[in-house]
């Protein structure tokens, strides 16, 4: 493994086997150089004070988008077994699968 913050062309040979991709010279080339530069730009992360930011599970806030629960009249049998391919004494049949 190269040192911290640096990509070899070797890893991302070693990367595209795994993804099974294949890269062309120029592809390696150019990746190599834009792996490099989003390791760099990663980096300085590690320049800012972080102490007093709380950790975060999401970026934005999450709220709820649950609708409110209210009661409706819903279907009959005879309406929800209307347009059913097969039914079998007032119940949808399906295919058994195993």
Do not use: W
């Not at 009661?71 to 699968?97: G, W």
């Amino acid at each position: 493994m190269a040192k911290e913050g640096i990509i070899s062309k070797k890893e991302v040979e070693h990367v595209a086997l795994l993804a099974r991709l294949y890269l062309t010279e120029e592809e390696k080339e150019r990746f190599t150089r834009q792996l490099q530069q989003i390791l760099e730009h990663a980096g300085k992360i590690k320049e800012l004070d972080t102490s007093k930011v709380p950790p975060t599970s999401h970026v934005l806030p999450l709220r709820n988008v649950f609708r409110e629960d209210k009661s409706r009249s819903c279907l009959t049998q005879e309406e929800a077994l209307k347009n059913a391919p097969k039914k079998e004494d007032n119940m949808f049949v399906v295919p058994k699968i195993v």
